[in-house]
């Protein structure tokens, strides 16, 4: 009887794995012993879920489901369960994600602010500091403020073609000969208030590997109680677009239209002053200062258009030069040669031609030239001076105002061009010369 109760535990042993419910019963058997029976489910009824069992186990896959598609990237995890220690990287990984998100939007928020005010500053330039009026009531300039002695201001990076080839040396008799036609007015800018009804610009003939090179634009408006900023760009394409690279607040003022720019100096007179300084536009100072012996200023002998231009300053192919007056020479222009190291004067020559009597002048190859009218849109040049021979001559070569009020004119030896300030309007004329030298 034992050995059958043993083997009837070894099956159900064997067998209770496969099973969910297995019955021991206990009875007499036709002969009064005792019998034990086992009852056990078959394999098919046990693999079966009753159909309570099995909406239970549907209801739990849908919810598992439903945490699971939450999950960035859940549709490539396997069914295998997680560890702890993996469940805690995948939250992890979860909070780095959310936190990198919200950067990016942070970031992406950011960007579009600076690009509106990208677009704002490009649309209008920047005010002026408080208290940067003129006498008029104006701030002055379209540039960008000046703060403290300078602000610089990058420009805008375009693509522009190549400049043209600009003579290092002007300083020689190469291309010289008599003026013979000048070209039509090109406009480049326009100044865009009062204080730029009057002004100067330039470029340097002869930078001589001076920080700023050939192609700088050099621009001053010139309608103030105290002119003293001077605007650079980077070229001409730069200064049409109206973008300033760097401003510079000269330590002294000046008076008129006379300035000129030369071998990395801007040369010009002091306010209400015979004195001619030279300001280095590297070193941003005065590097020399020299007062003129015996000028007229301040509106004793202007040109006739007025503006204080008793003393103005030009270049040409032979150095640099200071057209004025005196009162020995009764109002006649007098042209002296300047050392443009210490300015002191070389070499003078007086004319016979009346300064308040003639528009503007300017010099080329050693000599100068007068404009008849700075109003008729159609005018001449009409007299020259020759520092050569020191004779004088009547000339006849056509001149526009396109604009209806000429107040600077400046040669440029390296391009063979006039700039011009005609009315707000900033203006380059091409000029012929005869090649006699």
Not at 117 to 135: A, I, Q
Not at 195 to 222: C, E, H, N
Request: aromatic fraction near 10%; include cysteine; charge should be negative.
């Amino acid at each position: 009887m034992w050995m059958r109760f043993a083997v009837c535990v070894f099956w159900l042993v064997v067998d209770v794995q496969g099973h969910d419910r297995a019955s021991l019963k206990r009875s007499n058997d036709r002969y009064g012993s005792c019998q034990y029976t086992f009852t056990v489910d078959s394999p098919v009824e046990s693999s079966c879920p009753s159909t309570t069992e099995a909406e239970n186990l549907s209801a739990r896959v849908t919810l598992l489901e439903a945490v699971v598609s939450r999950v960035p990237g859940a549709e490539a995890v396997t069914e295998t369960v997680k560890t702890p220690g993996e469940t805690e990287e995948m939250r992890q990984l979860l909070q780095d994600k959310e936190r990198l998100e919200g950067q990016v939007k942070e970031l992406q928020r950011r960007v579009e602010e600076l690009t509106m005010e990208t677009e704002k500053l490009r649309e209008k330039p920047c005010p002026l500091v408080p208290g940067s009026e003129d006498s008029f009531g104006v701030n002055r300039g379209s540039g960008p403020a000046v703060s403290g002695a300078f602000q610089e201001m990058k420009a805008e990076v375009s693509e522009v073609p190549a400049p043209p080839k600009v003579q290092e040396n002007v300083q020689d008799n190469a291309g010289c000969g008599e003026l013979v036609s000048v070209g039509e007015p090109e406009p480049h800018q326009k100044a865009n208030s009062i204080t730029g009804k009057y002004g100067m610009w330039f470029q340097d003939p002869d930078s001589r590997g001076a920080l700023y090179g050939p192609d700088t634009v050099w621009r001053i408006d010139t309608v103030s109680s105290d002119v003293r900023e001077l605007y650079a760009y980077e070229n001409l394409e730069q200064l049409t677009r109206g973008y300033p690279m760097k401003v510079l607040l000269l330590p002294e003022s000046m008076e008129s239209t006379g300035a000129t720019v030369y071998r990395g100096s801007l040369y010009y007179q002091r306010k209400r002053s015979p004195t001619l300084l030279r300001y280095d536009l590297t070193a941003e100072n005065i590097v020399a200062r020299r007062d003129l012996p015996h000028p007229g200023f301040h509106g004793q002998y202007p040109y006739s258009w007025g503006g204080y231009t008793d003393i103005d300053l030009a270049v040409d192919e032979k150095g640099l030069w200071v057209i004025y007056s005196t009162e020995k020479a009764r109002g006649a222009i007098v042209i002296s040669q300047l050392d443009p190291e210490n300015l002191k004067v070389t070499r003078s020559w007086e004319t016979d031609i009346q300064k308040n009597k003639v528009a503007n002048a300017f010099m080329v190859c050693g000599r100068l030239y007068t404009v008849a009218s700075y109003r008729a849109n159609n005018t001449t040049i009409n007299l020259s001076f020759d520092t050569a021979s020191g004779q004088s001559k009547a000339v006849d070569v056509p001149f526009r105002n396109r604009y209806g009020y000429n107040s600077m004119i400046d040669y440029n030896a390296a391009r063979k061009k006039l700039y011009s300030w005609d009315n707000f309007h900033m203006v380059t004329y091409d000029v012929k010369l005869n090649d006699k030298d």
